[in-house]
């Protein structure tokens, strides 16, 4: 199947620039705001729905794939909680490295199920990519790397099933919207529902919402946006590039928020994200963001 690279790709950097951000605003709310990760996805999965329950005015959602579009959205929304989890304990931008281990182990599904083929300067770009990601995160990171690793490597396999099934759907036939809504709506609605199931998660619930500050609901509303706008992105990429490259350009995700956390410090350091930012660390920055836009270039020299 032939690719348009001036397409898949512009689709990707969007999707990435979109996600980011929205991981920098959670990553806001947990240093400055909220402690509760599950909170956070609360409020992120209910504007995700009303966002969704819009969307079903303007697409059909009828898909024969309803059931493993549904399945691995539930499965997405336990990598979710995961990651809040992580957001917590780990700088953002380390946090956000986990793209580039998805990246790895989709590029692995590309070639297995979906007959994707490289060719040399691909397989350099995304080596170039995927190398600067490891080098900004682990250079400079305070935490032991086979801990982090290991938790980079639960939210992978959380989220590549995810992945694979949206792709094998838009490959099957089924339409780009219903793809995207059966997903996200059961990722959403997990996140919505759980905590209402819990006693105590909804009493903490109740209390919240009666007593939450404005900047809490404008940040939470602004993130289940973003969030919002990169799985409608991603799902493009999908449909229109190939599995495995898509996800190479998503692991550029880590060096989008390492940027932004930074001047986020700069221009509001009582509102900056949690991120470690010495002179050795900045200087890492700058040498990765030479590695991975090089990789970058590499794959938009592709046919």
């Not at 956000?96 to 990246?103: I, R």
Request: charged residues 10%.
């Amino acid at each position: 199947m032939a690719y348009d690279p001036s397409v898949w790709i512009i689709f990707s950097l969007l999707s990435v620039a979109s996600y980011g951000t929205s991981n920098l605003i959670d990553s806001v709310l947990v240093r400055w705001y909220e402690k509760k990760p599950w909170m956070l996805q609360w409020g992120q999965g209910f504007f995700t729905l009303i966002f969704l329950l819009v969307c079903l005015f303007f697409g059909d959602i009828r898909s024969t794939w309803i059931i493993p579009l549904v399945i691995t959205g539930a499965i997405a929304y336990v990598g979710d909680a995961l990651f809040f989890r992580v957001v917590d304990d780990v700088d953002i931008s380390v946090t956000n490295s986990a793209w580039a281990v998805v990246a790895l182990l989709l590029s692995i599904a590309g070639y297995l199920f979906f007959d994707e083929r490289w060719t040399l300067l691909q397989f350099l770009g995304s080596l170039f990519i995927i190398s600067g990601i490891f080098c900004v995160s682990y250079w400079h990171a305070h935490v032991s790397v086979p801990r982090t690793l290991l938790r980079f490597t639960g939210l992978a396999f959380l989220y590549i099933p995810f992945c694979i099934v949206q792709k094998a759907g838009l490959l099957e036939g089924q339409s780009f919207f219903s793809v995207f809504f059966w997903c996200t709506l059961a990722r959403a609605s997990c996140a919505f529902a759980v905590p209402l199931l819990r006693p105590v998660q909804r009493r903490i619930l109740l209390v919240r919402i009666l007593t939450v500050p404005a900047a809490i609901f404008v940040l939470s509303a602004l993130s289940g946006f973003c969030a919002f706008a990169g799985m409608f992105l991603v799902v493009q990429a999908y449909r229109s590039g190939p599995l495995s490259l898509v996800s190479v350009i998503g692991s550029t995700q880590a060096f989008f928020v390492l940027m932004s956390a930074w001047l986020l410090s700069v221009f509001s350091p009582s509102s900056a994200a949690k991120e470690l930012l010495s002179v050795q660390s900045v200087s890492i920055k700058i040498f990765s963001f030479t590695i991975v836009f090089f990789g970058l270039a590499l794959l938009a020299m592709t046919q």
